[in-house]
């Protein structure tokens, strides 16, 4: 089976060419970073007519570099939400017509069971697993147990962890898309100690998260420094203190969600992070540190499938065409669409995927 991917529900246009074998035949992404980079974050209408403007080809390439045109595939997948709607409207709208014009099954991903399935693709994770998700519109622990079937133990109550990352990164003038850039400034540091920051959560009964608590202090640590403005040695310290702030957060939260997919699920082994944030090499290391503590796996995908990419929609369109579960053309784009319809809405919970 060879399935199309196409991703358009945020910043990123993407086109990619799986297999059922897990082979990626292609995977094409085009940031639109720099047309956002004005405005400090994503502009929605701009993204939209950004993916219109650049799919076609992207699909195109994405098929050229597989050896393939559309009669040698045997699905067409695309994002179906959540995210921002103008954008999931032009990938839905294509996949559709392409399915159409070639009579092939057309498959609404989830965006969110996109990153939660990376893990199978590139390495053939068995279910159950405990999944953490951590992006810039979301931050949620998920018992992971089948295709479609995902129970959720926490979620974050303000502010998603990739979004504290673009916040933190603006506070300290490193600019946008936050993330790499405090992990990078975050290197030089030579006293992370020298400001310490709250643990929001840490401790408490339960997974959910916070991070707008964690945001503040870091306001308040810079407005505390003199106004000639911040040395680049207060940046990286700074950097690192935020950093090892969430690592001991999203670590002391995976811990206790853990306890409870254990009691759930006594065969299931294995943590898996996924999203744009589990590219974050020190969150990687302290999250391998607690599954190998905890008797766990654990398994991170490779740093070019973690943010946001249609490999990963492509290859949750083999997962759901090898089950028989095909869309019609029926299907209506979604803004919110949770993995688990069964979890209380989280009070200030994103758009963003
Ligand atoms: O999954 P993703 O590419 O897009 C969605 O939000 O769906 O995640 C993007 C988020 C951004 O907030 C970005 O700052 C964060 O992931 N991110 C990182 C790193 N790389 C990307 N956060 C921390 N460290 C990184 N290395
Ligand atoms: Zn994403």
Known sequence: MIVLGIETSCDETAAAVVTDSREILANVVLSQVAEHRPYGGVVPEIAARAHLEHLDRLIAQALAEAGLTFGGL???????????????????????????????????????????????????????YLLLLVSGGHCQLLAVEGVGRYRRLGTTIDDAVGEAFDKAAKLLGLGYPGGPLVERAALAASDPGRFPLPRPMLGRPGCDFSFSGLKTALRQRVAALPEAGLAAGEVADLAAAFQEAVADVLA????????????????????????????????????????AAEGFAFVAPPLALCGDNAAMIAWA?????????????????????????????????????
Do not use: Q
């Open 74 to 128: 045997d699905g067409i997948a695309a994002t179906g939400g959540p995210g921002l709607i103008g954008g999931v409207i032009v990938g839905v709208m294509m996949a559709k017509a392409i399915a159409y014009a070639r009579g092939l099954p057309f498959l609404a991903v989830n965006h969110l069971e996109g990153h939660a399935l990376t893990a199978r693709l590139t390495d053939d994770a068995a279910f159950p």
């Open 317 to 353: 369109g083999i997962e759901r065409l090898g089950l028989g579960l095909i869309d019609d053309f029926s299907f209506a784009p979604r803004p919110r669409w949770p993995l688990d319809p069964t979890a209380r809405a989280a009070p200030g919970a994103g758009v963003k995927a």
């Open 252 to 291: 002391d939260r995976c811990r206790h969600a853990i306890a409870a997919f254990r009691a759930a699920h006594p065969k299931g082994t294995t943590l898996v992070v996924a999203g744009g944030v589990a590219a974050n090499r020190a969150l990687r290391a302290r999250l391998a540190a607690l599954a």
